[in-house]
C-alpha cells in the first residue's frame, strides 16, 4: 500500500521563477497490487511526488506509508532496504556508463546479493523481453535514447519489486515498443506489484484505463 | 556465462592509483625518518643518563701542597683515598694540558702565565650506591677545600633534552599521520564528486552505506598500503646512511647485523604500512559516511 496524508514538499533551493513548495496538501492511497497513471502538465509535481514514494525526498509535512511502513521512521539501512523492494525508472535514465547493458540491468541483484546463476538466468530473460538480448554487451553510450530506456526498464524490473515507479518511460519508445512496455508493467502488477506510472502520453492512458492521480500545481485534483 | 563484476561504482578510475600513493609514500618515508628519530633518542637517552649519572670529578686546589696529616702532597692524599674505596672505579688525574684546555674560554691557553695555579682535577666512576657525601667528607679532612661533583644535574638536563626530542619526533610522527588522512580524504572526496551521479543511483537503488564506504575504503586500504610499503623502501638505505652518520654517538654497529639499523626500527618498520593501510581504510570510510549523510 503507498498512502500519502496531506503531504507537503518544499525545495530549498527553488530555482528563480519556481515554487518552492513542490508539492501541496497531497493525500492519496493507493491498495495494494493496484495501478495509478499520475498526469499533469510539467511542472505539476509529478516527479516530486515520484520522489517522495521511493525515498528520494523527505516531506516538509504530513506522512507518507510506503509498502505498509512509515518513511519518517525508517533507519537509513531500513530505508536501502526498503529501496530494494521499489523498482525505478528514472526519467533520465540513470544508466551507469562504466557498465554495460547486462551489468546495468544486474545491478539491483547484485546490491541484494542475489546469486549469479539466479542474476544471470533473470537479466538474460528480462533483456529478451525488452528486446536487447543482442545488446547486452553495448555500453550506455553504445545505445540510443530508446534503448537505454529500454534498460532503465529492464533495470527496475528485474527484481520483480512490489512496488514499480516509472517516470515518462515510454518517452522515448515509439508506440510498439510503448506497447510492449505496458504489457510488461501490466504483467507484473497482475502478480502483485503496485504501479505507479506519470506520463504525458494520453493515447497510452486512454488504451489502458487505470485510475488516475491528476496533479496541478502541486495540489491533486483528482484521484481515481 | 557466469560474468563477475568487482568495480560496481568504477571507483578503481576514480582514486588514481598515481596521486595517492605516491603522496602516502612520501608521507611513509617521512614517517619512517621520525620514527627512527623517536627510538634514537630513547636509546641515545638510555646510554648518556647512565653515563652521566655515574661521572664523578674532583677537584682538588694547590694539590702539591701538603695535605692535612703532612704525609704526602694533597694530590697523592686524595688519590690514595680514592684508590682505596671500591665504589671508585677508574681515577684518572687529568694533564695540567687538559686542563688549561677546559678553562681556556676563561683563563686564556695559559693559566700559569697569569700566575694561577689550577686545581689538580680527577676524572672517575661512581659505582657506589646514592650520592658520595661519606667521600667527599673524607677528602675535605685529608684536603681541605677539596670539591666532589657528581653528573647528577647533566643527567638531568640529558634527559630533558632527550625527552623534548623524542616528543618532537613522535609529534612529526603525529602529524605526518594527520597529513596523510588529509590526502586520503582530499582524494576519496575528488572520487565522491567524480562519481557523484553514480552513487546517488546506486543509493537510490538499495546500495547500503556500508556498501558504498567499503568500496572506497578498499581501493583506498590498498592504494595506501602499496604508497606505505614504497616509501618505506625508499626511507630504509636513508636510515642505514643515518645510523651510520650517528655511529660514533651510539657506539660501533653489531657485527653482520642487517644494514646496521636499531633492531627496534627493524620490528617497528613493518607497521608504518600496516598504520598507512589502517588510515586509509578509516578515512575513506569516514568520508564516504558523511557524504552520504546528505542522501536521504
Redesign the interface.
Known sequence: MVRFDDVWLRYRHAAPGEAAEALRGVSFEIEDGGFRWLTGPSGAGKTSLLKLI?????PARGRIEILGTRAARLT??E??????R?G?V?QDF?L????DA??NV???M???RRG??QI?ADVTEILRWVGLAHRMDAHPDELSGGEQQRIAIA?AVVGRPRLLVADEPTGNLDDEQAERLMVLITALNSLGTTVIVATHNNALVERHPFPRLGLERGRLVRDG | ?????G????VR?ALSRRLLPVLVGAMSFLAALALAGALACAGLAASWRGEAASALMIQVPQPDDPDAAHDATRLAAVQRALAGDPAVRGPAVMSAAEVNRLVAPWLGGDAAALGLTLPAVINAEWAGPGTPDALAARLQTLSPGTLVKTGALWAQRVAALTASLQGCALAVLAIVALVAAAVVAVATRAGLAQLR??I??????????A?IAGRFAARATWLALVGSVGGMALALPVLAWLVWLASPFTGPARPGAFVHLPPALLALAPLLPGGAAFIGWGTAQLTVRGWLRRL?
Open positions: 521511493y525515498l528520494a525526498e523527505h537509513r539501512r530505508a536501502a532496504m526498503l529501496r530494494r521499489i525505478v528514472y540513470r551507469l556508463p562504466q557498465l547486462y551489468d544486474a545491478l539491483p547484485r546490491l541484494a549469479e546463476a544471470e533495470r | 556465462m557466469a560474468r563477475r563484476r568495480d560496481l561504482l568504477g578510475a551521479e553514480t546517488e543511483t546506486v543509493h537510490g537503488l538499495g546500495a547500503l552505506d556498501d536521504p
